[in-house]
């Protein structure tokens, strides 16, 4: 009798919880990429992770260690990550027991956290949290950057929503 190997069953994905951790450990960030597009602007897409651009102050960057930690954050290969110290600007895609994160630390078509917080809204989102979203602009500014053929249809949904907003009087 052959035994059937079960693949490792990924973790439910849990967006309050993850970003609950982030900030008992006060970590500076902003949510960007699909998870923002969706709760903050409505966009009609599913994902199941959250993209994060933290702020990379070394202190910070201490505490987003201490909230993955906590989180149970292990990279592709099983290591823990670590990411004080670090100068690195390409994403580091974790699984946590929260679900999927990818810390972005300068998305493409941005300068990182500092370009992103000027335009940044924070949103009730539950329990207590309030995140901050990167801005429909600077989504779309990243969106355009990537130059995906499939994030077309994406982009032009993100700027329908902007040209919604500006038509109602909302800042973008």
């Given amino acids: ?22 900030d008992r ?26 993209d994060v651009t933290p702020s990379m102050r070394e202190d910070n960057l201490r505490r987003l260690d201490a909230a993955l930690t906590e989180l149970g954050a292990h990279q592709a290969d099983g290591s823990e990550p670590t990411l004080a110290r670090s100068e690195a600007e390409e994403p580091v895609e974790l699984t946590t027991d929260k679900g999927q ?6 998305p493409l078509g941005t300068n990182g956290y500092e370009d992103l917080r000027r335009a ?8 207590g949290l309030k995140p901050a979203f990167a801005s429909l602009g600077d989504l779309s500014r ?16 993100l700027r329908q929503l902007a040209e919604i907003e500006y038509s ?5």
């Fill in 25 to 50: 450990h006060r970590v500076a960030y902003i949510i960007v990429g699909a998870f923002a597009r969706i709760v903050a602007h409505g966009a009609d897409e599913v994902t199941l992770g959250i």
């Fill in 120 to 127: 940044a809204t924070y949103e009730h989102i539950g329990e």
């Fill in 142 to 157: 990243m969106l355009a950057a990537l130059g995906r053929e499939d994030d077309m249809p994406k982009l032009l949904d």
């Fill in 1 to 22: 009798m052959r035994r059937r190997t079960v693949p490792e069953r990924s973790p439910t994905f849990d967006p309050r919880g993850l970003l609950a951790a982030l």
């Fill in 168 to 172: 109602h009087g909302i800042e973008i």
């Fill in 101 to 106: 994160l990818t810390i972005v630390p300068k």
